[in-house]
């Protein structure tokens, strides 16, 4: 059984097409699909009723955040495999069968990603290195374009060839598909991401720790999905640049080893400058009462 994992938040009309593009599909695996609405006030959950009786609804008691909403998903999903999905996708026919196929075939692969198509049909970039101290200043130097091919592109990779199938150390989340025995080696299958990385990182932290214990990333060419890109986040922008700078500092907080950790003080630095500079001023980042109020505010 392959269980399909969608958190959403306020993005009721994406989902409607999301939902839509997966349940229209003839598919030969059994399918799950979970969707937990982070107390959204668009209607999203209402409308999930009414229109997707077949799928699970769970109803979150307030914007839990990216981690936490997939780890109800998580908690409740019964598959061999799990997909956790963006509600601002939609999947065209024979992907969700053909990924499934893809990493069963790729044994010493715990998860699998495809290539993502923007609105103007562009490719997005969607696959990233585990950050590294050299990478993360060649990005945030914009030195990681200039010398892609060294230890200051190792981070963004300008590099990575998305017309190639190939391992891939860290796609995002949008479409990322697991096996459950690989998990289950590196977490709590029912809670898998780390809620210290509320929206950003978590599932570059989750793939780190597979990375970690052996397992690979695979990245399939041949399969894309429609990404609209931001569904969620464009909403509070502000605070989410700011949330994605303070978990990058979480992250190496959390995995960095030995004099590394030395650098963790220049790392917080250049990143919470980076991120006063990109947000045009100071945030707390990601805080589930300050999403609900701006929404309630702008309503």
Same mark, same amino acid.
């Given at each position: 059984m392959l269980s399909i994992l969608i958190v959403n938040w306020n993005t009721r009309e994406m989902l409607r097409a999301c939902l839509t593009?997966?349940?229209?599909?003839?598919v030969q695996i059994q399918l799950e699909i979970i969707v937990v609405d982070n107390a959204s006030h668009d209607g999203s959950a209402e409308m999930v009723e009414a229109e997707f009786p077949q799928i699970k609804l769970i109803r979150a008691p307030g914007n839990l955040g990216y981690a936490e909403g997939n780890n109800l998903?998580?908690? +409740?999903?019964?598959?061999?495999?799990?997909?956790?999905?963006?509600? $601002?996708?939609? %999947?065209? !026919?024979? %992907?969700?069968?053909? +990924? %499934?196929?893809?990493?069963?075939?790729?044994?010493?692969c715990a998860s699998l990603s495809v290539k993502f198509i923007g609105p103007e049909g562009e490719i997005q970039q969607s696959v990233r290195g585990f950050p590294s101290?050299?990478?993360?200043?060649? +990005?945030?130097?914009?030195?990681?374009?200039?010398?892609?091919?060294? +230890?200051?592109? $190792?981070?963004?990779?300008?590099?990575?060839?998305?017309?190639r199938s190939q391992f891939a150390p860290q796609p995002m989340g949008t479409f990322l598909l697991f096996r459950r025995s690989a998990l289950e080696q590196v977490a709590d299958v029912s809670a898998p991401f780390d809620p210290q990385f509320p929206i950003f990182f978590n599932e570059v932290d989750l793939l780190y720790r597979l990375s970690e214990a052996g397992w690979k990333c695979w990245y399939e060419a041949s399969l894309s999905i429609f990404h609209h890109h931001g569904g969620s986040t464009r909403q509070v922008?502000?605070?989410?640049?700011? !949330?994605?700078?303070?978990?990058?500092i979480r992250y190496f907080a959390k995995h960095l080893r030995g004099v590394d950790r030395l650098m963790?003080?220049?790392?917080?630095? @250049?990143?919470?400058?980076? @991120?006063? %500079?990109?947000?045009k001023g100071t945030h707390a980042g990601f805080r589930p009462e300050y999403h609900d109020l701006q929404l309630e505010h702008a309503e």
């Open positions: 593009s997966i349940v229209s599909k003839q998903a998580f908690a +409740a999903a019964k598959g061999s495999w799990l997909l956790t999905l963006n509600p $601002d996708t939609e %999947v065209p !026919e024979g %992907v969700l069968d053909s +990924a %499934v196929l893809t990493l069963a075939q790729h044994q010493n101290i050299p990478g993360i200043f060649g +990005a945030l130097l914009r030195l990681d374009r200039r010398f892609p091919t060294t +230890a200051l592109g $190792d981070y963004t990779l300008p590099h990575f060839n998305y017309e922008k502000k605070s989410m640049i700011w !949330e994605s700078h303070l978990s990058l963790l003080p220049l790392i917080s630095a @250049a990143s919470r400058g980076a @991120a006063l %500079v990109r947000a």
